[in-house]
């Protein structure tokens, strides 16, 4: 009975919807299988998003102060003898990765070994849920899509 009149009383006088400050990050994580050769390399991996292009080289001889990708400086890059991953963070507020709202649905990777275009992909971005941590009717939405594919 309480919880009707709390509600009648709401409708009646229009409870506006208090909405908190939480923040969130949205990410745009890019995994790609390969079968490069890295003693060979290295090797560039061009990655282009609506908003973004990102450079990035992957290879033997560059070490940990080469992994980044040039373009987006949120980005961080890890590779192995047959994966690569890059990650693009948007830090709140910020409207690189998520613009709109919700990711978007591809991107496009190339890779070149030196002026050789090896690879050309348009792939599929899985937006997975979004996510509101201040409530269905409240900002922000953030999303942590991924995309997986081979090279």
Do not use: K
Request: net charge negative; glycine share 8%; proline share 8%.
């Amino acid at each position: 009975m309480r919880l009707s009149l709390l509600l009648a009383s709401c409708l009646l006088t229009s409870c506006a919807l208090e909405c908190t400050a939480v923040g969130c990050t949205s990410t745009l994580e890019i995994r790609l299988s390969h079968s490069l050769d890295l003693g060979a390399g290295p090797y560039r991996v061009d990655i282009t998003t609506p908003q973004q292009e990102l450079r990035c080289s992957i290879g033997p001889e560059l070490g940990d102060e080469m992994r980044s990708c040039f373009g987006y400086r949120f980005a961080t890059l890890g590779w192995d003898e047959s994966s690569m991953t890059v990650t693009m963070t948007e830090p709140f507020g910020d409207a690189v990765v998520n613009p709109t709202g919700a990711p978007f649905e591809s991107i496009e990777v190339v890779v070149y070994d030196g002026p050789d275009e090896l690879s050309r992909r348009a792939v599929a971005v899985d937006p997975g849920e979004p996510q509101r941590p201040n409530g269905p009717d409240c900002e922000p939405t953030c999303w942590a899509a991924t995309v997986d594919a081979s090279l």
